[in-house]
């Protein structure tokens, strides 16, 4: 992801996305399943990203999310980061992104960003959390894809 116009996309898109996930995420719940709007768009750039990038992207969208909530920033931080570093091996393992690669990174994606901020920031009912959890993850795995259509379709050659 080298050019100008990724880069001015990325961040738009990734604006946005904390905006709807302020705005417009509390009113599209389904059965207590939040999506996670700025991780459905750092995941769907993982397959034009270095791990370096990924991670970068991932923190700066966490700093902003966190930021527009008013808590959990460090938890937040952390778990977006740290996601985005071990999903970006899509690309360097050469995984050809396709829609049942990009479901599968949308679910394990979000499996991983809530375990990791489970762990670093204990919820009360973890059982309600984990069924939450997996939930949000099919829901995330879902609305990667036209996400990932869009992205395939005007950005980068990296998505082909």
């Known amino acids: ?12 898109l990734g604006w946005s996305a904390i905006c ?16 996670d709007f700025p991780l459905i768009v750092l ?3 993982c397959p034009a990203l270095s791990r370096v990038q990924a991670a970068v992207f991932g923190f700066f969208l966490a700093i902003g ?3 527009t909530i008013g808590a959990n920033l460090w938890q937040c ?10 999903l970006a091996w899509i690309n360097d393992n050469r995984v050809t992104p396709n829609v049942p690669v990009m479901f599968a990174t949308g679910f394990f994606g979000t499996i991983l960003a809530r375990l990791l ?6 919820p009360p009912g973890i059982t309600s959390y984990l069924g939450a959890t997996i ?3 099919l829901y995330n795995g879902v609305l990667i894809l036209p996400l990932y259509a869009l992205l395939k379709r005007f950005l980068d050659p990296a998505f082909r």
């Open 43 to 45: 995941l769907a750039f």
């Open 135 to 137: 939930l949000s993850a």
């Open 20 to 35: 709807l996930q302020v705005s417009v995420a509390p009113r599209i719940a389904l059965f207590g399943a939040l999506p």
């Open 1 to 12: 992801m080298n050019s100008r116009l990724n880069i001015i996309v990325a961040i738009i």
């Open 77 to 86: 931080v952390v778990s977006y980061t740290i996601s985005g570093f071990v």
């Open 65 to 67: 999310y966190g930021g």
């Open 117 to 122: 901020f489970m762990f670093v920031a204990a």
